[in-house]
């Protein structure tokens, strides 16, 4: 013990008689541990905020999507065509006869983009819906309540509207038992969703749009309405475009099943409309593992990618300690004179190497945690970054890293200067 502590001991005294070297050979081990700690913080961030994404469609939940086929696919000449596409009536009970194990079915049916509050105007996505839809998306209520079955038996005109509508159509006043207009028709708005994630997110690529815009009214309320039919009308043209159900969603029993359900539902829906590339099938667990797999494989190579810090770092720490092997081969001669063995050497040089990078890796750490706190706050200004994410792991690895760094770095130096002849190192100058 009290060789450990004197070998300790003369190891920093030796650090400490040259600090500036000291420090400019540690710098290399510093920035490679926090360059370590500040990669993986904002990968990790950036694979929470996508993961969150995905789940928030469900994993338990099969998306259908009607997908407007080319343009060739239209009929119709001149200055007016019909476009028909997209899921049917037929297609639902198809699949609430053919797929098992299902637990809900919910179908929503677009029917409007732009919707007016008096002199405010937002474009939006209106959708007829059921109850149900609200659990299988996991969105939440801010205010008021959802939809329900007595509003689906009524055919009510009644609305839940998206953060952003709310915001947009109700910025002077509390939108609820407020009236916006779809079209020419008037509805009661009777809730607000809360603000969804997936705005500007990975899961925005998945539905095609931001959900804070949606608007959702009664299925039964839209079909009696608005029909099957939208005719848009633009610079002395007429489309007409026929979409009986824009979005399905299912949800199985048990997430074990959501393949093998998916696979039944590609096949059927594949079957009913082959050759006319107007489906899509989007299951948010397969996506969900993919990018898992593909996140931890980026996390994995930035990690590396400044893991060369710490390469290059010890490969500085075996050159300065080559150096100082030369510069104190008077100092071993006169050590291994008064009986010090090879294993005193080689415990002294290691020691002092072991503590250069061991420091270098508090300081190294020090300076991650300033990095991901800077990056936190300057989130809001860095596009594409999204609020970085400390992980334990790569704060304990990168400096176990840059321990075990200065031990296999330091070990030639410290064995070259154990080899030395006693004689001759006590003739060197």
């Known amino acids: 013990m009290n060789f450990l502590l004197e070998t300790l001991r003369l190891g920093l005294k030796n650090l400490m008689l040259h600090k500036l070297r000291s420090l400019l050979t540690a710098l290399g081990i510093i920035f490679g541990v926090s360059a370590v700690i500040v990669m993986v913080a904002i990968g990790e961030g950036n694979k929470r905020r996508a993961l969150a994404d995905i789940q928030q469609l469900g994993a338990r939940n099969i998306i259908i999507n009607s997908v407007k086929p080319p343009e060739s696919a239209s009929t119709g000449s001149g200055s007016s065509r019909m476009l028909s596409y997209g899921i049917k009536r037929e297609d ?21 983009s732009q919707v007016t509050n008096g002199q405010y105007r937002t474009p939006s996505a209106v ?11 996991n969105m939440k209520l801010a205010r008021g309540r959802y939809l329900t079955a007595m509003d689906l038996e ?6 839940v509207i998206g953060h952003e509508v709310a915001a947009r159509l109700f910025p002077l006043q509390d939108p609820l038992q407020g009236y916006i ?24 690529s998945l539905v095609g749009r931001d959900l804070n815009f949606d608007i959702h009214i009664p299925l039964t309320a839209a079909e009696r309405q608005f029909g099957d ?53 989007t299951v948010p667990l397969e996506l969900l593992v993919q990018a898992e797999r593909t996140l931890a494989m980026f996390n994995a190579l930035m990690a590396a990618i400044a893991s060369i810090s710490l390469l290059v770092g010890g490969i500085g720490i075996m050159n300065i300690m080559l150096a100082s092997v030369t510069e104190r ?20 040089f290691l020691v002092e190497t072991t503590v250069l990078s061991g420091m270098g890796g508090v300081a190294g750490i020090a300076l991650g945690l300033i990095g991901v706190l800077v990056v936190t706050l300057l989130n809001q200004y860095l596009p594409g970054i999204e609020k970085p994410s400390l992980t334990a792991w790569s704060v304990i690895v990168s400096f176990l890293v840059a321990s075990g760094v200065g031990v296999i770095f330091g070990l030639y130096p410290a064995v070259k200067a154990s080899r030395q002849d006693p004689i001759v190192a006590l003739r060197h100058d």
């Open 154 to 159: 009524d055919q009510a005109n009644v609305a």
């Open 229 to 281: 039919l939208v005719v848009r009308r633009q610079s002395g043209s007429m489309e007409i475009t026929k979409v009986e159900i824009k979005h399905v969603y299912l949800q199985v029993p048990h997430q074990d099943n959501v393949l093998d359900v998916a696979d039944q539902v590609k096949l059927l829906m594949e079957q009913a409309h082959k050759d006319s590339n107007d489906i899509s099938v």
């Open 329 to 348: 081969t008077r100092e071993i001669g006169i050590r291994r004179a008064l009986g010090a063995t090879r294993k005193h050497i080689v415990s002294q």
């Open 181 to 204: 207009s779809i079209g020419k028709d008037p509805f009661r708005v009777i809730g607000v969703l809360g603000p969804v994630g997936l705005a500007g997110g990975a899961g925005t």
């Open 127 to 137: 959708f007829g819906t059921e109850p149900d839809l609200l659990s299988l998306t």
């Open 92 to 112: 639902i009970r198809r699949l609430l006869a053919t797929v098992t194990p299902v637990d809900k079915l919910v179908v929503l049916k677009e029917v409007g």
